[in-house]
Protein backbone atom coordinates (compact mmCIF):
# COMPACT_ATOMS: atom_id res chain seq x y z
CA UNK A 1 0.00 0.00 0.00
CA UNK A 2 1.00 3.68 0.01
CA UNK A 3 3.18 4.92 2.42
CA UNK A 4 4.55 8.09 2.90
CA UNK A 5 8.33 9.14 2.81
CA UNK A 6 9.57 9.98 6.26
CA UNK A 7 13.25 11.39 6.71
CA UNK A 8 15.88 10.48 8.31
CA UNK A 9 14.98 7.20 9.43
CA UNK A 10 17.07 7.80 12.52
CA UNK A 11 18.81 10.39 14.03
CA UNK A 12 21.54 10.28 16.80
CA UNK A 13 21.88 13.80 18.58
CA UNK A 14 23.25 16.22 21.78
CA UNK A 15 20.99 17.01 24.63
CA UNK A 16 19.89 20.67 23.66
CA UNK A 17 20.33 20.65 20.18
CA UNK A 18 16.80 21.09 17.72
CA UNK A 19 16.03 18.62 15.49
CA UNK A 20 14.00 18.62 12.40
CA UNK A 21 12.77 16.04 10.49
CA UNK A 22 10.08 15.43 7.64
CA UNK A 23 7.24 13.26 5.57
CA UNK A 24 7.27 13.73 2.08
CA UNK A 25 4.15 11.75 -0.50
CA UNK A 26 3.03 11.62 -4.06
CA UNK A 27 -0.21 12.36 -3.77
CA UNK A 28 -1.89 15.73 -2.02
CA UNK A 29 -2.86 14.88 1.41
CA UNK A 30 -6.02 16.71 3.58
CA UNK A 31 -4.32 15.86 7.09
CA UNK A 32 -1.16 15.45 8.04
CA UNK A 33 -0.68 14.16 11.77
CA UNK A 34 2.62 13.72 13.83
CA UNK A 35 2.46 10.60 16.79
CA UNK A 36 5.30 9.82 19.34
CA UNK A 37 6.13 6.37 20.09
CA UNK A 38 7.60 5.75 23.39
CA UNK A 39 9.33 1.81 23.96
CA UNK A 40 6.57 -0.37 24.81
CA UNK A 41 3.81 1.57 24.58
CA UNK A 42 1.21 2.68 21.93
CA UNK A 43 1.35 6.12 19.17
CA UNK A 44 0.55 9.43 20.90
CA UNK A 45 -0.77 12.22 18.91
CA UNK A 46 1.63 15.23 19.15
CA UNK A 47 -0.04 17.22 16.66
CA UNK A 48 -2.69 17.57 14.28
CA UNK A 49 -2.47 19.75 10.81
CA UNK A 50 -5.65 20.33 8.75
CA UNK A 51 -4.74 23.26 5.89
CA UNK A 52 -2.22 24.04 3.45
CA UNK A 53 0.13 26.31 5.24
CA UNK A 54 -0.58 25.85 8.89
CA UNK A 55 2.07 26.15 11.33
CA UNK A 56 1.20 24.65 14.48
CA UNK A 57 3.10 24.69 17.78
CA UNK A 58 2.80 22.25 20.86
CA UNK A 59 5.44 23.14 23.66
CA UNK A 60 8.94 22.77 21.96
CA UNK A 61 7.61 20.96 19.14
CA UNK A 62 6.26 22.65 16.06
CA UNK A 63 4.88 20.91 13.11
CA UNK A 64 3.95 22.89 9.23
CA UNK A 65 1.25 21.46 6.65
CA UNK A 66 3.28 21.74 3.49
CA UNK A 67 1.61 24.22 1.40
CA UNK A 68 1.75 21.93 -1.58
CA UNK A 69 -0.45 19.50 0.24
CA UNK A 70 2.43 16.64 -0.28
CA UNK A 71 4.58 17.04 2.52
CA UNK A 72 4.76 18.16 6.51
CA UNK A 73 7.87 18.59 8.36
CA UNK A 74 8.03 18.43 12.92
CA UNK A 75 10.68 20.24 14.99
CA UNK A 76 12.14 19.87 17.93
CA UNK A 77 13.40 23.11 20.17
CA UNK A 78 16.45 22.04 22.55
CA UNK A 79 16.00 18.59 23.12
CA UNK A 80 15.88 16.61 26.49
CA UNK A 81 15.99 13.01 27.54
CA UNK A 82 12.56 12.01 27.27
CA UNK A 83 12.29 13.23 23.76
CA UNK A 84 13.72 9.96 22.95
CA UNK A 85 11.19 7.87 20.91
CA UNK A 86 10.02 7.00 17.61
CA UNK A 87 8.51 9.87 15.42
CA UNK A 88 5.95 9.09 13.21
CA UNK A 89 3.97 11.07 10.30
CA UNK A 90 0.60 9.78 9.21
CA UNK A 91 -1.69 11.25 6.51
CA UNK A 92 -4.82 11.17 4.91
CA UNK A 93 -5.11 10.89 1.32
CA UNK A 94 -8.78 11.31 1.40
CA UNK A 95 -10.10 7.96 -0.08
CA UNK A 96 -13.18 6.37 0.50
CA UNK A 97 -12.52 3.97 3.07
CA UNK A 98 -10.60 6.79 5.00
CA UNK A 99 -7.11 4.84 6.22
CA UNK A 100 -4.45 7.15 7.29
CA UNK A 101 -0.98 6.70 5.43
CA UNK A 102 1.86 6.33 7.82
CA UNK A 103 5.51 7.08 7.70
CA UNK A 104 8.22 4.62 8.22
CA UNK A 105 9.38 6.54 11.51
CA UNK A 106 11.87 8.46 12.51
CA UNK A 107 14.16 7.07 15.84
CA UNK A 108 15.38 9.73 17.99
CA UNK A 109 18.34 9.11 20.07
CA UNK A 110 20.51 11.24 22.40
CA UNK A 111 23.96 10.80 22.83
CA UNK A 112 24.93 11.06 26.65
CA UNK B 1 -8.38 4.60 34.52
CA UNK B 2 -6.79 3.52 30.93
CA UNK B 3 -8.40 5.02 28.07
CA UNK B 4 -7.48 1.98 25.29
CA UNK B 5 -6.82 -0.97 27.40
CA UNK B 6 -5.81 -4.33 25.57
CA UNK B 7 -5.12 -7.86 26.93
CA UNK B 8 -2.91 -10.00 27.18
CA UNK B 9 0.30 -7.39 26.76
CA UNK B 10 2.22 -10.69 25.91
CA UNK B 11 0.83 -13.86 24.36
CA UNK B 12 3.67 -16.80 23.70
CA UNK B 13 2.21 -19.41 21.37
CA UNK B 14 2.77 -22.03 19.22
CA UNK B 15 2.21 -22.30 15.39
CA UNK B 16 -1.10 -23.61 14.48
CA UNK B 17 -3.08 -22.35 17.43
CA UNK B 18 -6.19 -19.75 17.31
CA UNK B 19 -5.74 -17.04 20.07
CA UNK B 20 -7.41 -13.64 20.58
CA UNK B 21 -6.32 -10.59 21.86
CA UNK B 22 -8.84 -8.39 23.59
CA UNK B 23 -9.72 -4.15 23.54
CA UNK B 24 -11.78 -2.01 25.50
CA UNK B 25 -11.89 2.04 25.15
CA UNK B 26 -13.62 4.32 27.55
CA UNK B 27 -13.60 7.41 25.98
CA UNK B 28 -17.17 6.95 23.83
CA UNK B 29 -15.50 6.67 20.97
CA UNK B 30 -17.76 5.55 17.39
CA UNK B 31 -14.63 3.99 16.10
CA UNK B 32 -12.07 1.39 16.89
CA UNK B 33 -9.48 0.11 14.77
CA UNK B 34 -6.39 -2.65 14.96
CA UNK B 35 -2.88 -2.37 13.66
CA UNK B 36 0.04 -4.28 13.44
CA UNK B 37 3.63 -3.03 14.17
CA UNK B 38 5.64 -5.65 12.67
CA UNK B 39 9.87 -5.55 13.69
CA UNK B 40 10.90 -2.64 11.57
CA UNK B 41 8.60 -0.25 13.56
CA UNK B 42 5.66 -0.09 10.18
CA UNK B 43 2.00 0.82 11.13
CA UNK B 44 -0.19 -1.29 8.92
CA UNK B 45 -3.54 -0.86 9.72
CA UNK B 46 -5.81 -4.03 9.85
CA UNK B 47 -8.99 -2.71 10.20
CA UNK B 48 -11.22 -0.25 11.52
CA UNK B 49 -15.02 -0.51 12.65
CA UNK B 50 -17.29 2.19 13.01
CA UNK B 51 -21.50 1.68 14.02
CA UNK B 52 -21.18 -1.75 12.48
CA UNK B 53 -19.41 -1.17 9.70
CA UNK B 54 -16.32 -3.24 8.56
CA UNK B 55 -13.50 -1.79 6.55
CA UNK B 56 -10.66 -4.20 5.95
CA UNK B 57 -7.45 -3.55 4.87
CA UNK B 58 -7.58 -5.92 1.90
CA UNK B 59 -3.86 -7.60 2.44
CA UNK B 60 -5.29 -8.84 6.33
CA UNK B 61 -5.44 -12.81 5.74
CA UNK B 62 -8.79 -13.90 6.39
CA UNK B 63 -7.43 -16.17 9.53
CA UNK B 64 -7.31 -12.58 11.19
CA UNK B 65 -11.31 -11.90 12.34
CA UNK B 66 -12.64 -8.09 14.56
CA UNK B 67 -15.53 -8.69 16.39
CA UNK B 68 -17.11 -6.07 17.75
CA UNK B 69 -19.70 -7.42 20.63
CA UNK B 70 -20.56 -3.40 21.25
CA UNK B 71 -19.20 0.07 20.55
CA UNK B 72 -16.81 0.16 23.61
CA UNK B 73 -15.16 -3.47 22.52
CA UNK B 74 -13.28 -4.84 19.23
CA UNK B 75 -11.39 -8.07 20.14
CA UNK B 76 -9.27 -9.65 17.70
CA UNK B 77 -8.87 -13.21 16.84
CA UNK B 78 -6.45 -14.88 14.76
CA UNK B 79 -6.63 -18.51 13.35
CA UNK B 80 -4.28 -21.24 12.55
CA UNK B 81 -1.39 -18.58 14.07
CA UNK B 82 1.74 -18.53 11.68
CA UNK B 83 5.44 -17.58 12.37
CA UNK B 84 4.93 -14.24 10.61
CA UNK B 85 2.17 -13.09 12.30
CA UNK B 86 4.28 -12.36 15.42
CA UNK B 87 4.07 -8.78 15.59
CA UNK B 88 2.95 -6.35 18.12
CA UNK B 89 -0.71 -5.47 17.76
CA UNK B 90 -2.50 -2.40 18.48
CA UNK B 91 -5.60 -1.23 19.14
CA UNK B 92 -6.62 2.33 18.69
CA UNK B 93 -10.11 4.57 18.80
CA UNK B 94 -11.28 7.74 17.61
CA UNK B 95 -14.44 9.72 18.25
CA UNK B 96 -15.81 9.48 14.23
CA UNK B 97 -14.46 7.49 11.56
CA UNK B 98 -12.48 10.53 9.53
CA UNK B 99 -10.28 11.91 11.53
CA UNK B 100 -6.56 10.89 12.25
CA UNK B 101 -7.23 11.45 15.96
CA UNK B 102 -6.58 8.39 17.38
CA UNK B 103 -6.13 7.19 20.89
CA UNK B 104 -3.93 3.57 20.73
CA UNK B 105 -3.66 0.89 23.83
CA UNK B 106 -0.25 -0.40 24.97
CA UNK B 107 -0.13 -2.96 22.71
CA UNK B 108 -0.11 -6.59 22.51
CA UNK B 109 3.21 -8.62 21.81
CA UNK B 110 2.57 -11.77 20.04
CA UNK B 111 5.05 -14.45 19.38
CA UNK B 112 4.49 -17.28 17.37
CA UNK B 113 7.41 -20.03 17.89
Known amino acids: GQQLNQSPQSMFIQEGEDVSMNCTSSSIFNTWLWYKQDPGEGPVLLIALYKAGELTSNGRLTAQFGITRKDSFLNISASIPSDVGIYFC????????????WGAGTKLIIKP | DTAVSQTPKYLVTQMGNDKSIKCEQNLGHDTMYWYKQDSKKFLKIMFS???????INETVPNRFSPKSPDKAHLNLHINSLELGDSAVYFCASSHILRTGELFFGEGSRLTVL
Open chain 1, 90 to 101: AGDSGDSNYQLI
Open chain 2, 49 to 55: YNNKELI
